[in-house]
């Protein structure tokens, strides 16, 4: 079950991250000249970020589930303790990880901001 929910994660974020991505790559340089390429570039990092951002979380949503899984089949207190312990990890880095995806998503917002600022300020000739 854990297996599968891990395929499952990862082939949802690389549909996400092939589905979305652009053209150009956040490594390579920008193919054209045009006045916005550095936004452009930086827009494109955000996404890559946010995509592994995203798969992370997903991976510590799991690890939740599968604590929430083992407090539920514990049946002595040793197992339960031990459960709880776990949970309360794992919930814990949930929440640090959900932080930084809201953090991430405003970057991605700021950055596709100033890409559209700068191509308001320098339209394309056609």
């Known amino acids: 079950m854990k297996l599968t929910r891990t395929l499952a994660a990862a082939a949802a974020t690389s549909v996400l991250v092939l589905g979305a991505a652009p053209v150009a790559h956040a490594?390579?340089?920008p193919t054209t000249t045009s006045p916005c390429a550095k936004q452009e570039t930086k827009v494109a990092?955000?996404?890559?970020?946010l995509a592994r951002v995203q798969?992370?979380?997903a991976r510590k949503k799991d690890k939740v589930a599968d604590a929430e899984a083992d407090l539920a089949a514990a049946t002595t207190d040793k197992q339960i303790a031990k459960a709880e312990k776990r949970l309360a990890h794992a919930q814990a880095k949930?929440?640090?990880v959900k932080k930084e995806k809201k953090a991430q998503k405003q970057r991605l917002a700021k950055a596709q901001q100033r890409?559209?600022?700068?191509?308001?300020?320098?339209?394309?000739?056609?």
């Open 45 to 49: 990092k955000a996404e890559d970020a």
């Open 27 to 29: 490594d390579d340089p």
């Open 115 to 126: 890409l559209a600022d700068c191509e308001a300020e320098n339209p394309v000739a056609p």
């Open 94 to 96: 949930a929440a640090e």
């Open 55 to 57: 798969a992370v979380f």
